[in-house]
C-alpha cells in the first residue's frame, strides 16, 4: 500500500479538446526538478528558487525549440493535494501543446499516472480518508446542484465524522466488556447487561438515520434513467426536446425518424434524469435499420428505472398502443398524453391495464411539461427533502453500515440472552471493522484499486 517516494506521477489533468487552458500535473520528490528542465521562468529565477503557492508565467521549451507560453504553479509538501511537491503547467488547450507537455515530463522522468492515482496518493499519505476520495469523484461526476452538495459534505468529512463518533462508542463498551474478560472468576464484576444494551441502541440509532437516506441519495447522484417509449409520431422527440430545452431530436411529421437511440440529461428539481429517446415500436416494419432501432428501445427498457409511455391524445387508442402496454407491466410507468391542445379522442385509459400516473401535455406548445416534472420527483422522492441535509450515496458505505447495525445487532441480542462477554465482545469488533473500512483504516489493495479505478487518470 506504500508510495515509491522516488516515483513522479504526470498526467493531463483537464479534458482533452479544444479550450481556453489545459493542466499538466505532476505529483512526487522530482516534480520540481522534471520542470526545471523543460520550463524557463520570464523572472530572473530558477524554478528551484520559486517560492510555493506562486503562479509563474514562463516558457516550456524542448532543448533550445519553444513549445508553449505557460503558467507554472508550485505546491510544495507537505501543503499540496497529495501531500507531495505538486507541479501545475497551465498550457493553452489545444491538444498538441498538452501533449507535448506531457511527453517532455515523462521524457525527464516522471511516468503516467493511474487512474485516480493523485487522489490516491492524497489518500495514503494521510491528507483525506477513504470516504472523502471517493467524494472526490462524485463531485467529478455530479450532474446537479443537489448531488454536488451531497458529495461536497462527505469531502468535509460530515460521514466521517459521524462514523468516527459512532466508533468512538463501540470501542468505549469494547474496553468496559475487555476488562471484564480479563478478571478472575472470583474478581468479576456484575454485569450491566441493560446498559450495554442502551449503548449499543445510542450507537445504532445514528448509523440508521444515515442508511434511511440511501435510496434518496444514490437518485440525486446517480439518477433516474428514464426511456420515453411509444409508436411512431406521437411526439416522443418533440417530448425529448421540451424537455432538454433544446432541439437533440430531429422531429417530422414522417412515422420512424428516430431510428437510432438519443440520450440527455437534464436536472428536475435536484434529480438528474438520464432521458432515452427511442425508436417507435409499430408491429410491423419493413425497414431493416427501424427493426434493429425498435430491438435497441426493447432492451432499453429492461435497463430503465421509468418509462414515460406517449400516446397522441387526438388519436383512438391502435394495436401498438395495446402491444406496448403489455410490455409495461410491471414497470414504473407515466403516461404522457400528448397533443393535449388538439381535441382528445384517447378513450378509457383503463383500457391499457397499467398502474400509471397520467400527465396531459402539448410538447409543440411547452404546455403541461412542469405537471410532468413534478409527477416524476414525487414518483422517488417522498416527502419534503431538506437538500442541505447529508445523503449517502455510495453503495459500499451502506454495505457496511448494515453489516456494523447487524453485528451490533448480533451483540445487542448477547447481552440480553447472556451470552459470554467474548460473542458480545466479537461482535462490536465485527462492527467497528466495518465501520474502518468506510474510512479507510482497514484498506486492502483490491477495495482501493476498485474504487480508485472509477477516477479519471488526471485525478
Known amino acids: 500500500m506504500k508510495i515509491n517516494s522516488d516515483d513522479t506521477i504526470a498526467a493531463i489533468s483537464t479534458l482533452i479538446g479544444e479550450s481556453g487552458i489545459g493542466i499538466v500535473r505532476l505529483s512526487g520528490k522530482n516534480s520540481i526538478k522534471i520542470v526545471s528542465k523543460i520550463f524557463r521562468p520570464n523572472s530572473q529565477k530558477t524554478v528551484n528558487t520559486l517560492a510555493t503557492h506562486t503562479v509563474n508565467l514562463g516558457k516550456i521549451l524542448d532543448k533550445k525549440k519553444f513549445i508553449d507560453e505557460v503558467l507554472l504553479t508550485v505546491m510544495k509538501a507537505p501543503k499540496s493535494y497529495t501531500r507531495e511537491d505538486v507541479v501545475e503547467i497551465s498550457c493553452h488547450g489545444g491538444i498538441a501543446a498538452l501533449k507535448k507537455t506531457l511527453e517532455l515530463c515523462l521524457k525527464h522522468g516522471a511516468r503516467i499516472a493511474e487512474p485516480g492515482e493523485f487522489t490516491k496518493r492524497a489518500y495514503l499519505n494521510g491528507r483525506i480518508d477513504l470516504s472523502q476520495a471517493e467524494a472526490v469523484c462524485d463531485i467529478i ?95 416522443k422527440s418533440s417530448l425529448l426536446n421540451v424537455l432538454a430545452g433544446q432541439e437533440k431530436a430531429i422531429v417530422t411529421e414522417v412515422p420512424g425518424t428516430t431510428r437510432d437511440i438519443i440520450e440527455e440529461t437534464i436536472n428536475v428539481f435536484g434529480i ?147 451470552a459470554s462477554e467474548e460473542f458480545i465482545a466479537l461482535d462490536l469488533r465485527a462492527a467497528l471493522n466495518c465501520l474502518g473500512e468506510i474510512t479507510g483504516e482497514v484498506p486492502t489493495e483490491e477495495i482501493l484499486n476498485r474504487i480508485f479505478s472509477n477516477f479519471c487518470v488526471g485525478k
Open 141 to 235: 461526476k455530479a450532474k446537479t446542484d443537489v448531488a454536488l452538495s451531497c458529495a461536497v459534505n462527505q469531502l468535509h468529512g460530515t460521514l466521517t465524522d459521524i462514523i468516527n463518533e459512532q466508533k468512538s462508542k463501540i470501542v468505549d463498551m469494547l474496553a468496559t466488556i475487555e476488562v471484564s474478560i480479563d478478571y478472575s472468576e472470583d474478581e468479576i464484576p456484575q454485569r450491566d447487561d441493560t446498559g450495554t444494551v442502551k449503548k449499543i441502541n445510542d450507537a445504532e440509532k445514528p448509523l440508521k438515520k444515515i442508511l434511511s437516506t440511501f435510496q434518496t441519495g444514490r437518485i440525486f447522484q446517480e439518477g433516474v434513467r428514464t426511456a420515453i417509449i411509444g409508436k411512431p409520431n406521437v411526439g
Open 272 to 418: 438528474p434524469l438520464i432521458l432515452t429517446d427511442t425508436a417507435g415500436i409499430r408491429g410491423h416494419s419493413q425497414n431493416i435499420v427501424e427493426k434493429k432501432g425498435i430491438e435497441k428501445t426493447k432492451k432499453i427498457l429492461n435497463n430503465a428505472d421509468l418509462i414515460l409511455f406517449v400516446l397522441d391524445s387526438s388519436n383512438k387508442f391502435s394495436p401498438e398502443d395495446f402491444h406496448i402496454a403489455e410490455m409495461l407491466v410491471s414497470k414504473k410507468v407515466i403516461l404522457v398524453l400528448n397533443k393535449s391542445d388538439l381535441p382528445s379522442k384517447i378513450g378509457n385509459i383503463l383500457e391499457l391495464k397499467l398502474d400509471a400516473s397520467v400527465v396531459k401535455v402539448s410538447a409543440i406548445r411547452n404546455e403541461g411539461i412542469e405537471k410532468l416534472k413534478r409527477v416524476i420527483y414525487n414518483l422517488f422522492i417522498k416527502g419534503n427533502i431538506n437538500t442541505s441535509e447529508f445523503f449517502i450515496t455510495n453503495t459500499r458505505h451502506k454495505t457496511l453500515i448494515e453489516n456494523a447495525i447487524n453485528a451490533l445487532e448480533k451483540a445487542k441480542n448477547s447481552c440480553i440472552s447472556g
